[in-house]
């Protein structure tokens, strides 16, 4: 077991939709920044506030009990649609520490480990029975990373599935670009060896 | 056993294996553009890291410029600062850059391939889900997050896990007025948004062989729709000669090298596939979205679906929520709807044959009094090219608006915004909620029944049956 028991604890809120895509998690508008930070306001934007920018009473967010969530459990293919990374960071900017589904979007599922943000895969069924909980009041959740699973207030124990490559960028704190800089010999000797079996792949000079 | 298409180009790309599932893949080339990548450059200038292969690079402006001109300031001060931060990174890290006034600027997904850069069995990457359009050339090019843009940039690799194999095989032929965007729109309907969710899809089969660059363009491109996570067609002669004489296409002796090795790539015969999709290429009708979700599509001439028919109550839900959204009733006829605007471009059909299917629905034709048009072309080169074939004046003597070439109202980041409750058929990729505008609905269909809605000013009416577009 890693230093802490949990990777996370923190309460849970439900968003039964399928098939949310990133333009929902965070609309084109907000994407004109070019730092990383300020994304956790526009998360859910069009959902979370009316016309006049005043916050939706009916949208979960903006529901008091379900204020200080931090684990937001999701329907099917969450994260579907374009590449923008700016939907994990307004996932996690907003306080969000782990998403349930029952599945996710490749793309987004690579950012939100890239940001470590915890992408938790349960069966279609568990799925259903967490929404459940989750639904009428903030559920107390325990994510314990290493046995992958999500232990309820009642003790009763949800299993999750991930990579083991994945959890471990999920607890380690080496830097993702510091793995591929150990294997710098061999990208030297992949582009020696290409510069004579795949030449034209090689622009040694590319002016516009 | 033999190998799959993707196999070859993964194995051929791998550098080091880092751990039981994933291997560092070698990345051949990788296109940035203003919206994705400031970051990931700020990110390797605080680590102190530096481009390790600017040249096997190229920048581009296209999701946030205006399409009204070509200023740097055209779509507001916002903007400005991301076009002008990719300036600035491309000049201090020494990678080409498409700028806005260039004469081969467009949309990074139509100047890859047209400047020859997109080659068979390359490893191509981008951040922006349709780098899968490339996959037309049996490339594999996939989106990825601004953390991995910083990532190739560093090192030009990327971790990468294998993706299962997929074949979708379309024989036959496609009736008259059929296109390739209407073949992509049936497959996603049949195969659903999440159902390519861990796939690299293989197409093949006689309706994709007989296609030409632009449309196979057309069908990889939407691949990222139903979640794989890249579409590729083996390379064949309709490939190697799109390619010859393409300014960044090898030549001369290379050429030949290029093509013997060209040839190689593609699926054995007794490639195992995960999973295997038949379609009948004659049973292809014009396809419209009636949702929200590129997969909730049907045959231009169909009735809106009644949420009461769907099985479960998830899909009851969501049906219901669509509709709503997009103020259909369930059981009426699209054709009975009025349009209000009409968006033909995108990365999905802003080519040439897009252009011409268009034009020759719309040629004498007027677009309807209370609708709005435009025609946004991929890039200047495209609509250099459509100027010289009289493409330009058949829109602009029908009504509609001729654009300079960007993403525009594909994802509304520029003032080409659908209003609210306003319906819009267009030829992009996705008719997500809000994805043109706030509450604005979208009804993806081919260039041919944009441009019929355009001129009948009602949704689709078939082009099939009135016997318009028959080229
Ligand atoms: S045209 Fe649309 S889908 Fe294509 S790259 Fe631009 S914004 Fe993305």
Known sequence: MSQQQYFHQGSACALPIDNVDTDQIIPKQFLTGISRDGFGAALFYDWRYLDDGAPNPDFVLNQPQFQGVSILVAGHNFGCGSSREHAPWALAQFGFKVVVASSFADIFYRNCINNKLLPAQVSTTDLKRLTAVCEQRAEAIKVDLEQQQLVLSNGEAIPFSIASSDRDQLLDDCDFIGVAEQHLDAIDRYENDRATTVPWFMPLSFTV | ?471
Request: aromatic share 6%; glycine share 8%; net charge negative.
């Open chain 2, 1 to 471: 056993m033999g190998m799959t298409l993707y196999e070859k180009i993964y194995d051929q790309h791998q550098v080091a294996q880092l751990n039981d599932s994933t291997d560092l893949l070698y990345i051949d080339f990788h296109f940035i553009h203003e919206v994705t990548s400031p970051q990931a450059f700020a990110g390797l200038k605080q680590a102190g890291r530096t481009v390790r292969n600017p040249v096997a690079t190229l920048a581009t402006m296209d999701h946030n410029i205006s399409t009204q001109n070509r200023r740097i300031d055209g779509a507001g001060e916002v903007s400005q600062q991301q076009l002008t931060a990719l300036q600035k990174h491309c000049r201090e890290f020494q990678i080409p850059l498409i700028d806005i006034t260039h004469r081969d600027q467009g949309i990074v997904h139509v100047i890859g391939p047209e400047q020859g850069i997109t080659q068979p069995g390359m490893t191509i990457v981008c951040g922006d889900s349709h780098t899968s359009t490339h996959g037309a050339f049996g490339a594999l090019a996939f989106g990825i997050g601004t953390s991995e843009v910083e990532h190739v940039l560093a090192t030009q690799t990327l971790p990468q896990q294998r993706a299962k194999n997929m074949k979708v095989q379309i024989d036959g032929q496609l009736p008259m007025g059929v296109t390739a965007k209407d073949v992509i729109l049936a497959v996603i309907g049949r195969i659903g948004t999440a159902g390519g969710s861990g796939y690299v899809v293989e197409y093949c089969g006689s309706a994709i062989e007989s296609m030409d660059m632009e449309e196979r363009m057309t069908v990889c491109n939407m691949t990222i729709e139903m979640g794989a996570k890249a579409g590729l067609i083996a390379p064949d002669e309709v490939t190697f000669s799109y390619l010859q004489g393409r300014p960044r296409a090898p030549s001369g002796d290379q050429w030949q090298r290029a093509l013997a090795r060209w040839k190689t790539l593609k699926s054995d015969a007794d490639a195992v596939f995960d999973k295997t999709v038949h379609i009948d290429a004659s049973s292809i009708r014009p396809q419209i979205t009636w949702g929200t979700s590129p997969e909730q599509v049907m045959a231009v001439t169909e009735r809106v679906p009644d949420p009461a028919n769907f099985p479960a109550t998830e899909q009851q839900r969501s049906v219901a929520k669509a509709l709503e959204y997009m103020g259909l009733t369930p059981g009426s006829l699209l054709q009975d709807y009025p349009v209000d605007v009409v968006f033909i471009g995108s990365c999905t059909n802003s080519r040439l044959v897009d252009l011409r299917q268009a034009a020759a629905v719309v040629k004498g034709g007027r677009v309807a009094p209370h609708v709005r048009a435009l025609v946004v072309p991929g890039s200047a080169q495209v609509k250099r090219e459509a100027e010289a074939e009289g493409l330009a004046d058949v829109f602009r003597a029908a009504g509609f608006e001729w654009r300079e070439p960007g993403c525009s109202m594909c994802l509304a980041m520029n003032d080409d915004i659908v209003p609210a409750g306003k319906r819009c058929v267009s030829t992009s990729n996705r008719n997500f909620e809000g994805r043109q505008g706030r509450l604005a609905r979208t009804h993806l269909a081919s260039p041919a029944v944009a441009a019929s809605a355009a001129i009948h000013g009602y949704l689709s009416t078939n082009p099939l049956v009135s016997g318009e577009g028959l080229i």
